[in-house]
């Protein structure tokens, strides 16, 4: 049965500390790794991976993705008040997004 | 920014009653995805539709829950009777081919009491 475990499933962090959020699967027919983050609403896209060793950055955000381990990590640095939301990995096979549980992260100030 | 249309936002429901919710996908995308998000838990696929036939409906539970997409543009989902266990967000999707560009709607939060 395809899956996707992400891990912590919670973290309590104070602004200004590193973060990584973490993600396995095991899915067959594997086309991308999608990072989404959620507040209270839809999902918002973040990143979507396709090549192992490839990181891919957007300001204090990036990723990465191992296709022989078969993970992906999403590390936030700096953390601000405003990232405080669940970050979701999914997995994309034959159409379908396959997702995670979600990691909830909160940031004090 | 071209959008996905949801409505309502909101859905309060008597558990035995029918619900429906409406989904308008980004012009010209062929593929539509219905997910449901149980508090606490990723989305789950409910159903996926290309242009108008169904590619996927293993999770769909169909004693209770139907989906159409008549003309391959918008779509409906509708619950009937609701359960308490039906509670949850229910999000739709689209992108233009399979596997490429989805964009959420935002979803409708349904409490069944």
């Known amino acids: 049965e395809d899956k996707v475990v992400q891990s912590p499933l919670s973290l309590v962090v104070h602004e200004g500390d590193t973060v990584t959020l973490n993600c396995s699967y095991e899915?067959?027919?594997?086309?991308?790794l999608l990072w989404y983050k959620q507040e209270k609403k839809a999902p918002t896209f973040l990143f979507m991976l396709?090549?192992?060793?490839i990181e891919k950055k957007s300001g204090r955000l990036s990723s990465i993705l191992d296709k022989k381990e078969l993970f992906s990590i999403l590390n936030i640095t700096a953390t601000q008040t405003g990232d405080s939301a669940i970050y979701l990995c999914?997995?994309?096979?034959?159409?379908?997004?396959?997702f995670g549980q979600g990691t909830t992260l909160q940031v004090k100030p | 920014e071209a959008e996905v249309a949801q409505s309502p936002r909101y859905k309060i429901t008597e558990k035995s009653q029918a619900v429906a919710f409406w989904c308008d996908p980004i012009?010209?995308?062929?593929?539509l995805y219905w997910y449901r998000q149980i508090l606490g838990q990723g989305p789950e696929l409910l159903v996926q539709?290309?242009?108008?036939?169904?590619?996927?409906d293993s999770q769909l539970p169909k004693d209770r829950f139907s989906a159409e997409r008549l003309k391959g543009v918008d779509s409906t989902l509708k619950i009937q009777p609701a359960e308490l266990g039906d509670s949850a967000m229910y999000l739709c999707?689209?992108?233009?081919?399979?596997?490429?560009?989805?964009?959420f709607g935002s979803g409708t939060r349904l409490t069944v009491v």
């Open positions: 999707a689209s992108s233009p081919d399979i596997g490429v560009g989805y964009t």
């Open positions: 899915v067959t027919n594997f086309r991308s």
């Open positions: 396709t090549s192992s060793g």
């Open positions: 999914a997995v994309s096979n034959t159409g379908k997004l396959i």
């Open positions: 012009s010209g995308h062929a593929t």
């Open positions: 539709f290309q242009d108008e036939s169904v590619v996927d």
